[in-house]
């Protein structure tokens, strides 16, 4: 499997803020985002016993560049973490759905929709498991809050979240996603990692 990296931090936004996890980072991405905060262009062939072995503590997050690339040995992983009692979170910007009896053993699926990309929201807004983390700011590839307006509406408001884009502690779009969040009944989501400057 190409692995990114893995690292023992604590998630810093969307539903499991504030978490201790370890994160496997996979290698490769079907989207280019400007302003990517994810350097993707060094990775290592790892065994799924080998990914195993690296984690640390219980909870551990799958994310990426787009995780579901690799969807046959994801699937096998998924399988492997949940057999060893850890509780699997991935992050993915929705494009590939994820089969359903891989999607049973994940704990939370969030799904970041890129705004022109081919997400396939019926397909995710129809799953218990799966958060939205919709993401406001000044790049092509985010949301504003007029789309959110219009957008927001027809999902289950407990399970979205929108957060500010920005790799800076000050992230100006904070306040208007606090705002936003706010006016539609939905949660928002800091990013501790940046305000930390913490990985």
């Not at 690799?70 to 096998?76: A, R």
Request: hydrophobic share 40%.
């Amino acid at each position: 499997m190409r692995i990114a990296e893995i690292f023992y931090s604590i998630q810093g936004e969307g539903p499991a803020m504030g978490r201790p996890a370890t994160f496997v980072r996979l290698a490769g991405c079907n989207l280019s985002c400007e302003g990517c905060d994810t350097y993707l262009k060094q990775w290592q062939e790892l065994s799924l016993p080998s990914v195993l072995e690296r984690i640390e503590g219980k909870r551990v997050v799958v994310t990426g560049g787009e995780p579901t690339l690799q969807i046959s040995e994801l699937s096998e992983l998924i399988a492997l973490f949940h057999e060893a009692g850890k509780e699997v979170h991935i992050e993915t910007n929705g494009t590939n759905p994820i089969p359903e009896a891989v999607l049973r053993k994940i704990h939370y699926a969030v799904v970041s929709p890129k705004r022109g990309s081919d997400f396939h929201l019926a397909y995710w807004s129809g799953k218990e498991n799966v958060h939205f983390k919709f993401v406001i700011g000044r790049s092509s590839w985010c949301w504003t809050s007029r789309l959110l307006e219009e957008q927001v509406p027809s999902l289950p408001k407990e399970r979205v979240w929108i957060m500010a884009f920005g790799a800076d502690p000050e992230m100006r779009e904070a306040r208007e996603a606090w705002d936003l969040a706010l006016r539609l009944g939905v949660n928002y989501s800091d990013r501790l990692h940046i305000r930390l400057r913490r990985r």
